[in-house]
């Protein structure tokens, strides 16, 4: 497997280029806005506070004209308040993808310890963000207070050229992050978008492509997605909310949270077909439509609801899945 630094795309270090905290600070969707620790009601706040720490850019550039696909593997133990965050640039002179890496350190030695590389595999192009994996320090009794100067963490700004209009396919796996999308990034249509996360939150206010699929183990899929093909999102852990926007009449939707509550909002205007709602204990499942009647539930037992809407339509059908201690909800408006 090819490790190798991609030629032409070499690091470049500059303070310049060093992301502020406010721009990392997108609104969230209506439909998220209490996104964080939503199944607990209560807010957390992050210890470790970007403007305070010392901060230090890698700048990748890729170009859409050699690489139509890319992944990111973002691993190790960083602090929490790690993000991810697609835009599109405003720059017509723009013609690369910029990947502006920026890691905040408590500590100048601490930087050392993220380890960024970038390959190409298979046709692909490959980020990699990595903590030094080093001996834990003892365990002190009593505990001390957290220290900012421990602090290490990173955001991650990939901004697509002014002109482009179609990317055929974005990968995400992570550790402990958010993934949001910033500006023009509803402008672009991806042919596959695919993350996964480990603990945290994927938001977005109108992402297109003809495939999405998300998932989090420990926290929230939330916002507006706008699939062609298919939509899958899934948390274990945490709540999976979002609103669907398809650009196609036919579709297949499935959210889903093994432990959370699991919502799926659709314009009643333009939607046909089944649905199915699922979970075992919790609340009932909700179906609500302009039109009561329009609902047809064909199946009713417990733990399932199922049938469709307006007319049976074997090519469109949305699964809202609530498994455990949470409840279904598809809301068609």
Known sequence: EPKEPIEGNEDAQSNEETPSDEQFDVPLPDNATDFEFLHNKKKFELFCKLPELEA????????????????????????????????????????????????????????????????ENKGDYIVQLEREHKRPPPFEFP???????????????????????????????????LIKGGK???????????????????????????????????????????????????????????????????????????HGPASVELAADHYTGGFALFNAWGPASTIVAPQPEEIHVTELKHGVKAGYYKEENKESRVIVDARFHGAPALYLK
């Open 143 to 177: 505990p001390s207070k957290p220290d900012q100067k421990h602090c290490l963490l990173y955001t991650i700004d990939i901004e697509f050229p002014q002109e482009t209009e179609y990317f055929e396919s974005l990968e995400l796996f992570a550790h402990d992050m």
């Open 56 to 119: 230090q850019s890698t700048v990748l550039s890729i170009s859409p004209e050699t690489f139509q696909t890319t992944k990111f593997f973002l691993d190790g133990h960083f602090n929490r308040g790690s993000h991810v965050r697609l835009s599109k640039s405003e720059d017509a002179s723009v013609k690369d993808i910029k990947v502006n890496v920026t890691v905040y350190a408590g500590q100048a030695e601490l930087q050392s310890e993220a380890l960024i590389s970038a390959f």
């Open 184 to 258: 023009g990034i509803q402008d672009i249509e991806f042919g596959s978008v695919k993350a996964h996360i480990k603990h945290g939150a994927i938001l977005f206010d109108g992402l297109k492509a003809k495939t999405i699929k998300l998932g989090v183990l420990h926290g929230v899929v939330m916002g507006t997605y706008q699939p062609e093909k298919k939509f899958l999102a899934a948390t274990v852990h945490g709540a999976t909310k979002v609103k669907i926007e398809p650009t196609q009449e036919d579709i297949k939707i499935a959210a889903a949270s093994i």
